[in-house]
């Protein structure tokens, strides 16, 4: 065991890494500085100790029956409205905003687009899960891939794995894992997450939103892939063709966080349009 001297040295090394993760100032700041460090290294620490293989299958027996409420997309969106994510340092205001500021910024620079302004509405409403009581570490933060040895970008990497089975099982622990070269991502199994429930979501209910928009969704918080540049050796194609929508999408979901909040009531009815097109009446969560 490692004394609390050698471990504090792993985290700080490991903290420094991400202060400045991303190239504007203010944003993911996972440092110590962050008023929400605590918090945030918690439910990292929480995420990366329980995420493995075996955990990710059980979640996907648990949520992936649809079977938790049918909702239209507006009471999902209403539903976020008392969620704070315990994983975002940016922020500590309603998930609910945050939703109506990407959709805002993706529609203000790509106005022709209106898929992709739904998709910034809806991107983040597998949040629902934590509002039915699942637990954050399982709902929020930074996605990952399991089954295949944990990448170097991965936030906290280096001080918050030691307690994950996959780490040290050489099924899972080598650069492939579980998987083949180039197999593609719909083909690996990821963390569990809002992403990954919101995308199957989509999927069970038959959504008719294009294929990029269903990219944007499962992987805008797999920051290892489209920041950290990790995982390129488990890509097809497809999925460096889809990167870029992902990476336009992330720019809106990540630098339109604001406590400017947009007037929510004088957008609804141009979402609601575009979901009456896209995401018609009640979906099956």
């Given at each position: 065991m490692a004394s609390a001297d050698v471990q504090n040295?792993?985290?700080?090394?490991?903290i420094?890494?991400?202060?400045?993760?991303?190239d504007k100032p203010g944003f993911r700041n996972f440092?110590?500085?962050?008023?929400?460090?605590?918090?945030v290294y918690k439910t990292y620490t929480d995420m990366h100790s329980n995420q493995c293989v075996e955990f990710v299958k059980r979640k996907h027996e648990e949520w992936l029956q649809f079977n938790h409420g049918k909702l239209t997309i507006?009471?999902?969106?209403?539903l976020l409205n008392t969620l704070i994510d315990e994983s975002d340092p940016?922020?500590?205001?309603?998930?609910?905003?945050?939703?109506f500021q990407t959709a805002e910024g993706l529609r203000?620079?790509?106005?022709?687009?209106?898929?992709?302004?739904l998709t910034g509405l809806i991107h983040d409403l597998g949040k629902v899960m934590a509002i039915w009581g699942e637990a954050q570490f399982a709902t929020v933060g930074d996605t990952f891939i399991v089954g295949a040895e944990f990448a170097p970008s991965i936030v906290y990497r280096d001080s918050t794995f030691a307690k994950n089975p996959d780490l040290h099982d050489p099924r899972y622990n080598t650069k492939y894992g579980m998987y083949e070269p180039n197999c593609g991502l719909e083909n690996v199994l990821m963390s569990w997450g809002h992403d990954e429930y919101m995308y199957h979501v989509l999927r069970h209910n038959k959504c008719t939103l294009p294929e990029e928009a269903l990219y944007c969704v499962r992987f805008h918080s797999f920051?290892?892939?489209?920041?950290?540049?990790?995982?390129?050796?488990?890509?097809?194609d497809k999925d460096r063709k889809m990167i870029e929508w992902v990476r336009k999408f992330n720019e809106h979901d990540l630098y339109t966080k604001s406590p400017d909040f947009p007037d929510v009531e004088t957008l609804i009815p141009y979402y609601q349009s575009l979901i009456d097109?896209?995401?018609p009446g009640k979906l099956s969560f």
């Open positions: 040295r792993v985290m700080e090394n490991d420094y890494k991400y202060r400045n993760d991303c440092s110590r500085e962050s008023n929400k460090f605590d918090m507006m009471k999902a969106v209403n940016d922020v500590t205001f309603p998930n609910s905003f945050h939703a203000k620079m790509y106005p022709d687009l209106d898929w992709f302004h920051y290892p892939w489209h920041t950290g540049k990790d995982y390129d050796h488990l890509c097809n097109k896209y995401l």
